[in-house]
């Protein structure tokens, strides 16, 4: 067999192997705009301010979107209620539909996505965000052409914590039989358990707003995706069938 042969045979056997993200907050620096969103949501709707309030992001962050609008709304002392809810709905939307075009990528995000397709990985997306705000973000900075696969809150009726849209995510790629070829980054305590749920291996990644988040259950814990050939070891180690 020719060099070109076996590298031909390695490439077709990895491309079953998979790396699934999350989005906000794993690869897009999106937290810190959704939280401001959401204050400036319940300030305009005449909600008490408060330290609690502009800190409360770091409680919430993994929660639905239902979950984190109504402790908000407690957090503002505003009723909660059908037209208030529909209210909120619309402002926030307002809102973060402005905040969003300032989303940037985390800090190696690019880098490792980059080296990720090198490997002949495949890739997906699974996140709890509408589809609209995953392809503003995928779109304005140009990466849609590195997922294979794409998981938004319109794919499934069920939400992390359940394991509905990793599964969602295994069936598209074939892989619901066998979950130990693919690995998940997750930055949420909700995610890991969607994606341990799920049969899958997690690498949680840390940054300032899920500090109180309970990591326990990862696999592997890391600061940032900055170190790209480290990452991509550790990828390889839980790839290839041994435990790390």
């Known amino acids: 067999m020719t060099h070109s042969g076996i590298q031909q045979k390695k490439r077709v056997r990895r491309r079953r192997e ?3 993200f999350d989005q906000d907050g794993v690869i897009a620096a999106s937290e810190i705009k959704k939280s401001e969103a959401h204050v400036e949501t ?7 301010n408060s330290e609690e309030l502009a800190t409360l992001f770091a409680d919430v962050i993994g929660l639905s979107y239902e979950e984190t609008r109504d402790r908000y709304l407690q957090c503002g002392m505003i009723a909660v209620g059908p037209e208030v809810n529909n209210t909120y ?16 990528l985390t800090t190696g995000a690019l880098s490792l996505l980059e080296g990720i397709a090198r490997q002949g990985y495949r890739i997906g997306l699974v996140s709890s965000a509408h589809s609209e705000e995953v392809s503003t973000i995928l779109g304005r ?16 009726d069920h939400h992390k914590p359940a394991p509905d849209p990793y599964l ?3 069936a ?4 619901q039989e066998k979950p130990y070829l693919a690995v998940v980054f997750e930055d949420t305590r909700a995610g890991i358990i969607a994606a ?22 990862a696999d592997r814990i890391i600061d940032s995706l900055t170190e790209g050939n480290q990452i991509l070891a550790v990828i390889e180690t839980f790839l290839s069938g041994y435990d790390a």
Request: glycine letters at 8%.
């Open 18 to 20: 998979t790396v699934l």
């Open 42 to 48: 319940v300030l305009r709707m005449g909600g008490t």
């Open 89 to 104: 709905r619309a402002l926030y939307r307002s809102i973060y539909s402005v905040k969003i075009k300032e989303v940037e």
């Open 141 to 156: 900075h140009g990466i849609d052409q590195f997922f294979d696969i794409v998981v938004t809150a319109e794919s499934v």
């Open 168 to 170: 969602k995510a295994l």
């Open 172 to 175: 598209a790629l074939g892989l």
């Open 196 to 217: 341990r749920a799920a049969g899958l291996r997690v690498i949680a990644v840390r940054h300032p707003l899920n500090q109180r988040q309970d990591f326990s259950e």
